[in-house]
């Protein structure tokens, strides 16, 4: 494995301790057991029956909090829980009901619009299929690996802002774009991991190491990862891509 010591300068100068030579499989590990051990449950945030209302409140938590997204999908699934009944919906009243998510126009306009497409193309069923799911309007690659992996128990690591932010932070990954960062995961952890993976690096992000937050003395894994550094946690490199 690749020694993150490897191509950063100063990190690796003979001053530092040989902490900072440690390989990225080494982080992994540590990182998997301290998100283990801190958060052994893994609820999916997202309040939902099966995985056509999963696949709606992951849309509208794009640029939305999941506290949002669940004080309003009630409202919406009282009066549209099923592809049916929400492409029978004007775009108007879907907009009305979600609102407070933010992007509400173009999340109404997608939201019918798929709905739609599951009726005129899937049998009004939510398709297990990459493909399928990624060519629905408004379903990125990020939705599509939540939908597959919580509602299909298909191996897939969505990363967000906070999985792309730690994994830097914790040297688990150096790209600069969240599609690397999915793979540089993916290679560290066996597939039967990635699912909980992704909630518990989301919840760590959320509670303990939030990106205006973490000073490296109150955050377990900075601090253990990152010892030498008593005010804060290192930077991470720029990205060389």
Request: hydrophobic content about 40%; proline content about 8%; aromatic content about 6%.
């Amino acid at each position: 494995m690749e020694s993150f010591a490897g191509g950063l300068g100063l990190w690796a100068s003979p001053g530092l301790p040989a902490l900072f030579s440690m390989t990225r499989q080494e982080r992994a590990h540590i990182v998997a057991g301290e998100l283990a051990r801190r958060f052994p449950a893994t609820p999916i945030p997202l309040d939902h029956s099966d995985a056509y209302t999963l696949l709606v409140a992951v849309m509208l938590s794009a640029q939305c909090t999941d506290e949002r997204v669940n004080q309003v999908t009630p409202g919406l699934f009282s009066r549209a829980s099923t592809p049916a009944a929400m492409a029978a919906l004007p775009v108007e009243e879907v907009q009305g009901l979600i609102r407070s998510c933010g992007l509400a126009p173009a999340k109404a306009r997608n939201l019918v619009a798929l709905s739609q497409q599951l009726l005129s193309e899937h049998g009004g069923e939510v398709p297990a299929d990459w493909e399928a799911l990624e060519a629905l309007p408004g379903v990125g690659h990020k939705t599509a690996s939540v939908v597959m992996v919580q509602a299909f128990g298909v191996p897939a690591f969505p990363v967000d802002t906070h999985i792309h932010r730690l994994a830097r932070v914790w040297r688990l990954s150096r790209a600069g774009n969240v599609a690397q960062t999915e793979r540089d995961l993916k290679k560290l952890y066996p597939a039967e991991e990635w699912g909980a993976l992704h909630l518990r690096m989301i919840f760590y992000g959320r509670e303990v190491c939030p990106a205006r937050g973490c000073d490296g003395k109150r955050c377990p894994l900075c601090q253990r990862l990152f010892p030498p550094k008593k005010g804060g946690a290192l930077t991470p490199p720029a990205s060389s891509s």
